[in-house]
C-alpha cells in the first residue's frame, strides 16, 4: 500500500494503473466499520482502490469541530492496509495559502435540512469533492447513505456538470444498538451515548406507524413527542423526496425521512428509507 501526500505524487503514482477501473472512497480518517463497509464495496467495484484521508477545513463552520476532529492516521493507515487499499492520499492541505478562492454550491438543495445549521458546509464539501476528484480521476467514487444529504449533493454535482464518473451510495452501518457508527460519536459521555439511541429508534417508530396506515402529520407528531420526552429538540424530523430532497406530501417509493439533533454538543444526523421491505427487494 502506498502513502501519498501530494496531488503530483498521487498523479504519477496513478497514471500507469489508467486503464484499470479506480475507485475513490473520500473520508476524513478516525476510520470505523462504516468507513470500511464503503472500502469492500470499493474492493468488490473496482480494480485499484484509493482511500482519501482529509480533515477539509472548507466544510467547518466558524464555531465547529475543526480543531478537535480526531485524527488517527496511524491506525487508519493500518485499518486500509488490513484492507487491500492499494493508495492512501493524505494531503496536508489542498487550498491556495490564503484559503478557497473557487468554490461550489448546489442552489437548491445545499441550503436544507442541514444547510439550515451548516449554511456553507455542503460549499466545502463539494469544492474538496471536486479536487478529490480532478487529481485521483476516479471510475467510481462511494459515499455512505449515513450523510444522505451530501450524497444527494454529490450526485446532482455530477450529474449537472457532466462528470464522468458512477456514483454509488453504501448503506448505513449502525452499532448493534442502532446508533448510526460516526466519528463524532466518540464525543458523547455515557448518558448522551444512551440518549442518542432516541434518534434512530423515533425514525423506526414513525416508519412503522405511517406503513400500519397511519397518517404521516400524525406519526411525526408522534415522533416528535418522544424526541421532547427524552429532552430532544431535533433540528429537523422530515420526509422528503430522497433524489431531490424538496418536501413530499405524500409517500412514495422515494420518500425518505431525515433527523439530525444535538446530543449535548454533538450534532448526529440518521435517516431512513420509507419504502416497504417488498419495495426494496425490488
Ligand atoms: P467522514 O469520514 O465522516 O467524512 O465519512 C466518509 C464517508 O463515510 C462518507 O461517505 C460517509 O457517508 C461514510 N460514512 C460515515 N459513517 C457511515 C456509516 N455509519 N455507514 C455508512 N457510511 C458511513
Given at each position: 500500500?502506498?502513502?501519498?501526500q501530494?496531488?503530483e505524487?498521487?498523479?504519477?503514482?496513478?497514471?500507469?494503473?489508467?486503464?484499470?477501473?479506480?475507485?475513490?472512497?473520500?473520508?476524513?480518517?478516525?476510520?470505523?466499520?462504516?468507513h470500511?463497509?464503503?472500502?469492500?464495496?470499493?474492493?468488490?467495484?473496482?480494480?485499484v482502490?484509493?482511500?482519501?484521508?482529509?480533515?477539509?477545513?472548507?466544510?467547518?463552520?466558524?464555531?465547529?469541530?475543526?480543531?478537535?476532529?480526531?485524527?488517527?492516521?496511524?491506525?487508519?493507515?493500518e485499518?486500509?492496509?488490513?484492507?487491500?487499499?492499494?493508495?492512501?492520499?493524505?494531503?496536508?492541505?489542498?487550498?491556495?495559502?490564503?484559503?478557497?478562492?473557487?468554490?461550489?454550491?448546489?442552489?437548491?438543495?445545499?441550503?436544507?435540512?442541514?444547510?439550515?445549521?451548516?449554511?456553507?458546509?455542503?460549499?466545502?464539501?463539494?469544492?474538496?469533492?471536486?479536487?478529490?476528484?480532478?487529481?485521483?480521476?476516479?471510475?467510481?467514487?462511494?459515499?455512505?447513505?449515513?450523510?444522505?444529504?451530501?450524497?444527494?449533493?454529490?450526485?446532482?454535482?455530477?450529474?449537472?456538470?457532466?462528470m464522468?464518473?458512477?456514483?454509488?451510495?453504501?448503506?448505513?452501518?449502525?452499532e448493534?444498538?442502532?446508533?448510526?457508527?460516526?466519528?463524532?460519536n466518540?464525543?458523547?459521555?455515557?448518558?448522551?451515548?444512551q440518549?442518542?439511541?432516541?434518534l434512530?429508534?423515533?425514525?423506526?417508530?414513525?416508519?412503522?406507524?405511517?406503513?400500519?396506515?397511519?397518517?404521516?402529520?400524525?406519526s411525526?407528531?408522534?415522533?416528535?413527542?418522544?424526541?421532547?420526552?427524552?429532552?430532544?429538540?431535533?433540528?429537523?424530523l422530515?420526509i422528503?423526496?430522497?433524489?431531490?430532497?424538496?418536501?413530499?406530501?405524500?409517500?412514495?417509493?422515494?420518500?425518505?425521512m431525515?433527523?439530525?439533533?444535538?446530543?449535548?454538543k454533538?450534532?448526529?444526523?440518521d435517516?431512513?428509507?420509507?419504502?416497504?421491505?417488498?419495495?426494496?427487494?425490488?
Open positions: 500500500m502506498n502513502i501519498s501530494t496531488p505524487k498521487i498523479r504519477a503514482l496513478i497514471a500507469p494503473l489508467r486503464g484499470q477501473r479506480i475507485a475513490l472512497v473520500p473520508t476524513m480518517g478516525c476510520l470505523h466499520a462504516g470500511i463497509s464503503l472500502i469492500r464495496k470499493a474492493k468488490y467495484l473496482a480494480d482502490v484509493v482511500v482519501s484521508i482529509y480533515v477539509n477545513p472548507l466544510q467547518f463552520g466558524e464555531n465547529e469541530d475543526f480543531n478537535q476532529y480526531p485524527k488517527t492516521f496511524e491506525k487508519d493507515a485499518i486500509c492496509k488490513n484492507e487491500g487499499v492499494d493508495v492512501i492520499f493524505h494531503p496536508e492541505n489542498l487550498y491556495p495559502e490564503n484559503g478557497a478562492r473557487v468554490t461550489l454550491k448546489v442552489s437548491d438543495m445545499s441550503n436544507m435540512l442541514c444547510g439550515i445549521a451548516r449554511p456553507s458546509h455542503f460549499d466545502g464539501v463539494l469544492t474538496v469533492v471536486n479536487m478529490l476528484f480532478n487529481i485521483i480521476q476516479p471510475n467510481i467514487a462511494i459515499f455512505g447513505e449515513k450523510d444522505w444529504q451530501q450524497l444527494a449533493i454529490i450526485r446532482r454535482m455530477v450529474s449537472d456538470l457532466h464522468p464518473i458512477e456514483i454509488v451510495g453504501s448503506e448505513i452501518i449502525r448493534t444498538d442502532g446508533l448510526a457508527m460516526s466519528s463524532r466518540r464525543y458523547l459521555n455515557p448518558s448522551e451515548r440518549q442518542s439511541l432516541v434512530s429508534e423515533v425514525i423506526r417508530l414513525i416508519k412503522n406507524n405511517i406503513q400500519q396506515g397511519e397518517k404521516t402529520t400524525k411525526i407528531n408522534l415522533g416528535m413527542d418522544n424526541l421532547k420526552k427524552h429532552d430532544i429538540s431535533p433540528d429537523y422530515e422528503r423526496n430522497e433524489i431531490t430532497l424538496q418536501p413530499e406530501n405524500t409517500i412514495t417509493p422515494q420518500s425518505r431525515f433527523i439530525a439533533a444535538k446530543i449535548g454533538t450534532r448526529l444526523i435517516n431512513i428509507s420509507l419504502k416497504t421491505e417488498s419495495e426494496n427487494t425490488l
